[in-house]
């Protein structure tokens, strides 16, 4: 009783077929047209087969294994350099060599499976259609994997986006108690943003300094009023007690597997250090400071000299850019107060002093 063939599923699969024997092409390709596989390509020339079997990425690729120039290991050896880690290599190998040797050889470079010369041709369909199979179940498994780890992908942003946001506006509560506008922790994420790219950070790394820089002050929340709205000067025990922001700060931030979470914690826990070590709360001196917490330390105090505050008004910037010149090497990184002279930041800056701190510093802020 003959063999009943399967009915071909995939018609439109790519075949490339490598075989220094012409008549054994021409033989397989009239197979795979009268089966109905007329997404069919062949070449005698193995180096060429290699240049087709990179631009067409073919469903199958039946390949000789005893040939000039190279044979078809050599040829596996040199697909499997170019084929991704995960990827399929769905090789069927032809050959006269029935060998346990040649069979072991071509099995260990990644053959899939073997078909004897002369051809058979039922054999030839059924293990062609065998392979076929297999290569559409790893691409719809390859598939399945990739949407997953894409919802995964997009889950996992929107619970960080959702926890950046009530950390935003945790910190802007906290900005509240102090700022009755909350638009400070948005002012010092812009000029952070400005020096940062004005000191030639990447385009990533501004993006990262931008989101986080307005959660420097987020540990604010864990002082209490009677100091944090002290109107006159803190006593020594009422500065100790307001320097615990940086570490409030930085264990409210602790923990974040993401870039900015991280960002935002080193900054939180270092944006009051020195750059001549006379700061809080580790006393780091000099590059020992994150660079992220040196620049938000100079945004910050821009922007609380330029803003009025309960214990003091606020100062016109040619004072404040007067005192960042004073504080150079001494509260500030030398490199980072220059840039208050940089063109686009120093223009930033003095628009920054020709408005209402309190306003919402269209020209600054916007988009």
């Known amino acids: ?179 009755d506008t909350g638009r ?13 790219r004005a000191l030639g950070l990447s385009e990533e790394e501004v993006v990262l300094l931008r989101r986080a820089a307005p959660l420097h002050d987020v540990g604010k929340i864990g002082i209490p009023d009677a100091i944090l709205l002290k109107p006159g000067a803190l006593t020594q025990a009422e500065r100790a007690v307001m320097q615990t922001h940086t570490a409030i700060g930085a264990k409210i931030l602790s923990g974040g597997r993401s870039p900015v979470m991280k960002v935002a914690e080193e900054i939180a826990l270092s944006h009051h250090e020195r750059w001549n070590g006379s700061g809080y709360p580790e006393g780091r001196v000099g590059e020992r400071i994150p660079l992220t917490a040196r620049i938000v330390a100079l945004a910050d105090t821009v922007d609380a000299l330029s803003s009025t505050r309960v214990y003091r008004p606020a100062w016109p910037m040619e004072k404040v850019l007067a005192e960042i010149e004073q504080q150079r090497g001494v509260q500030f990184d030398p490199q980072l107060a220059a840039l208050c002279w940089h063109p686009g930041v120093h223009q930033e800056l003095l628009a920054l002093g020709r408005v209402d701190p309190h306003s919402d510093l269209q020209r600054l802020l916007r988009e």
Do not use: W
């Open 1 to 179: 009783m003959p063999i009943r063939l399967p009915r071909p599923r995939y018609e439109g699969a790519r075949i490339l077929i490598v075989d220094d024997e012409p008549k054994n092409l021409d033989v397989l390709t009239r197979i795979l047209h009268r089966a109905g596989y007329t997404n069919t390509f062949a070449t005698t020339d193995p180096v060429e087969g290699l240049s087709l079997y990179t631009q067409l990425d073919p469903d199958l690729l039946l390949l000789d294994l005893n040939m000039p120039k190279l044979d078809g290991v050599a040829v596996m050896e040199r697909l499997k350099q170019v084929t991704p880690p995960h990827g399929y290599l769905s090789v069927l190998v032809l050959t006269g060599d029935t060998s346990p040797r040649a069979q072991s050889r071509a099995l260990a470079m990644g053959a899939k499976d073997f078909l004897t010369k002369p051809f058979e041709i039922t054999e030839v369909l059924l293990r062609i259609h065998n392979l076929l199979e297999t290569r559409q179940l790893h691409r719809e498994i390859t598939k399945h994997n990739s949407e997953r780890e894409e919802k995964v992908r997009e889950r996992t942003a929107e619970l960080e986006a959702a926890q950046m946001e009530t950390l935003e506006r945790l910190a802007i509560a906290a900005e509240f108690r102090d700022d």
């Open 184 to 196: 400070h922790t948005q002012r010092v994420g812009k000029l952070a943003e400005l020096l940062g």
